[in-house]
């Protein structure tokens, strides 16, 4: 293992304020790498790739995010917490990531939604969300996330009233985010198990919201 | 579709969900798992020759006990094959690893990663 940062010490510099945001593994490179060579050769297609992806669970996966979107919503010492510090929160419920990732929730209100954009790296909290959908890794979808969230939205379906405010946040590699939806009306009998089938991988994105109670996507 | 050969998804050791469908932890397994689904659709390779260059791999010595390497695994798997098979070179593939990581390394944020990206290239 060798270190990019050896030469220079970091003292009382905080580290994660280096702009080296973009930082590929081994193993990711490697599997780039055959990516590179397979692609140039004909024999596969990348586009072909993310459907086989995209078809597939992880073991981690989206169900883990709608547990602490659940608990946040039932307790909220925990909801409190998870304001303060997102990594320790999620971290108590055993979710964490092993590239050692910090993670921040952004909480959606009446008056704000959230929206989490990305570079087309690493940058997604797949610990608590699983493995990233292909639009998310599309260039179009960050680009215009930025400019047009409104309008990004509404093709995933979700129009937002015109007063409420629509905050984009742009992950970074050691800095990743998760939408904590609005809990719906009318879930307030429900328990923890039946409140996380209400939350979609989507809907801590930002780019949908929760399911309505007894409603569909 | 190879109907007469089973589906890489009986590939030994691949870690699966209650629903039998394969379970990664990290999307670059994800994406060797379909490159590989790929190669053998199309008949690059057959599922005799993958399954002994996977077993290949497992049985090596110094693995972790808890199998959080069985892609890495995998991914030598696929590596071996392709260079046994003259598709490319184990330097080549070096190379471009390198040079990917490069890449990474020297594209701002917000920017997609690309291979160009890398200096020395």
């Known amino acids: 293992m060798t270190s990019h940062s050896h030469d220079h010490d970091h003292d009382d510099h905080d580290d994660h304020d280096h702009h080296h945001d973009n930082h590929f593994s081994e193993m990711q490179a490697r599997v780039k790498a055959l990516e590179t060579v397979l692609t140039q050769k004909g024999l596969i297609d990348p586009a072909a790739i993310d459907a086989i992806v995209d078809t597939y669970e992880t073991k981690i996966g989206p169900r883990n995010g709608a547990h602490v979107v659940a608990k946040a919503w039932s307790d909220p010492d925990f909801a409190d917490w998870l304001g303060r510090d997102a990594t320790a929160a999620i971290a108590s419920l055993g979710y964490t990531g092993r590239q050692g990732e910090h993670m921040r929730a952004v909480f959606n209100t009446p008056e704000t939604h959230n929206l989490v954009v990305c570079t087309l790296c690493s940058c997604y909290p797949w610990a608590v969300l699983g493995l990233p959908p292909v639009w998310y890794k599309a260039p179009p979808y960050r680009s215009r996330a930025v400019i047009d969230p409104r309008g990004v939205l509404e093709e995933f379906g979700v129009t937002l009233p015109d007063a409420k405010k629509i905050r984009v946040w742009d992950s970074t590699a050691e800095l990743r985010y998760i939408v904590i939806p609005e809990r719906p009306a009318g879930t307030e009998d429900l328990g923890q198990e039946a409140l996380a089938d209400l939350v979609t991988r989507d809907s801590m994105i930002g780019t949908g919201l929760a399911i309505t109670a007894g409603g569909t996507r | ?121």
Request: charged share 25%; glycine share 4%; net charge negative.
């Open chain 2, 1 to 121: 579709m190879n109907a007469h050969e089973p589906s890489l998804t009986a590939s030994p050791g691949l870690p699966k969900s209650n629903e039998g469908d394969p379970v990664f932890a990290e999307p670059w397994q994800a994406e060797a798992f379909a490159m590989t689904v790929r190669l053998h659709e199309k008949g690059v390779f057959s599922w005799s020759e993958w399954a002994e260059a996977l077993s290949h791999e497992l049985y090596k010595p110094g693995r972790r006990a808890d199998a959080s390497d069985y892609f890495d695994c995998w991914v030598a798997a696929l590596s071996r094959l392709v260079t046994e098979l003259s598709i490319t070179s184990q330097d080549n593939l070096d190379q471009l690893t390198r040079s990917w990581q490069r890449a990474a390394e020297a594209t701002p944020h917000g920017r997609p990663i690309l291979l160009e990206n890398d200096p020395e290239r």
